[in-house]
């Protein structure tokens, strides 16, 4: 999905991927052939599982690496609410919108439907308070669509992936 924090992504780092479609054929792919783009690439649209990347990576100093390490966790634990289970980021930001932002301003910070509920900590997560199934999460997730739409007539988008019916 080209997963991204702090104004990178994977694609910014990715050299090759080596995946085998659904008979076991091998292949490789160049970062140029995967479609990349935002929480997207040719993954999603095709049938194949991925069975190892190659990165290119930077040589740094490893004090420098420790401490800017140090800061993401600091950042996600202050930001992000991982200390309940969740999916990880709910939905994708809007062309012209942050979808977290919008879900604060409807009031729906903190709203639940069974143990699924939008994270007081950070909107943009829909975390486990308990014991939430499946059904409350989507149910949790049609609610925040409907009423984003409703109110500011804005189309959201999971970053998750849902597989199966919804």
Partial sequence: ?????????IKDILEEVKCIDYNGKEKTFLPKELELGYRTSIFKKKNYIITGAKLLLKKGKYDEI???MKQYANYRKEKQPIEYPSAGSTFKRGKDFITAKLIDEAGLKGFNVGDAQVSTKHSGF????GNAKAKDVLELINHL?????????????LEI????KK
């Fill in 161 to 164: 992936e849902i597989i199966g």
């Fill in 145 to 157: 669509e409907k009423e984003i739409y409703e109110k500011y007539k804005k189309k959201i988008e």
């Fill in 66 to 68: 420790q401490e800017k």
């Fill in 126 to 129: 829909i975390i486990n308070k």
């Fill in 1 to 9: 999905m080209n997963a991204g924090a702090h104004g990178k992504e």
